[in-house]
């Protein structure tokens, strides 16, 4: 199942617009009642749209609600941009992790909102065991990852 998009209301369209263009890198598009659509390629479908809602509160820890969004990177090469761009604007990471059939990086945006960052490995690539897919966490080798950026 794919989903084509996720409506995020925050109290603080701004902030959460220099996040997600300046920070992740998102190509915003502004609809006319003010909300901003952002595009991981201008030419598909939006990934997320934030709108502006002055009740909205930052998402509590202790309370229900969306987890994290996953967001698939087209490469292992775009995963390590993108940790490049965080690591430089020294952007607060919640943690890594080598699955065996993905690796992934972990944070949040400024109203708390759980993202994950990731790439799947090629089937081929996928760890077996007995002949079948063996799922782990394991610590990710953030200068392997990084080397692919030479």
Do not use: C
């Amino acid at each position: 199942m794919r989903i084509s998009s996720i409506e995020l209301r925050t109290a603080n369209l701004d902030r959460q617009r220099d996040f997600y263009v300046d920070v992740l890198g998102f190509e915003p598009v502004e609809r006319d009642n003010g909300d901003l659509e952002l595009y991981s390629d201008i030419d598909g479908d939006a990934l997320i749209v934030l709108s502006g809602s002055p009740e909205a509160r930052p998402r509590s820890e202790f309370t229900t609600g969306l987890y994290h969004v996953a967001i698939l990177m087209p490469d292992r090469t775009e995963l390590a941009r993108a940790l490049a761009r965080l690591a430089e604007k020294r952007y607060p990471l919640q943690g890594f992790a080598d699955h065996g059939v993905s690796e992934a990086i972990y944070l949040a945006d400024p109203d708390g909102n759980g993202i994950e960052l990731y790439r799947d490995r090629s089937r081929e690539e996928w760890p077996r065991k007995s002949g079948e897919i063996e799922m782990f966490t394991k610590p990710l080798d953030l200068e392997n990852l990084l080397s692919e950026l030479g």
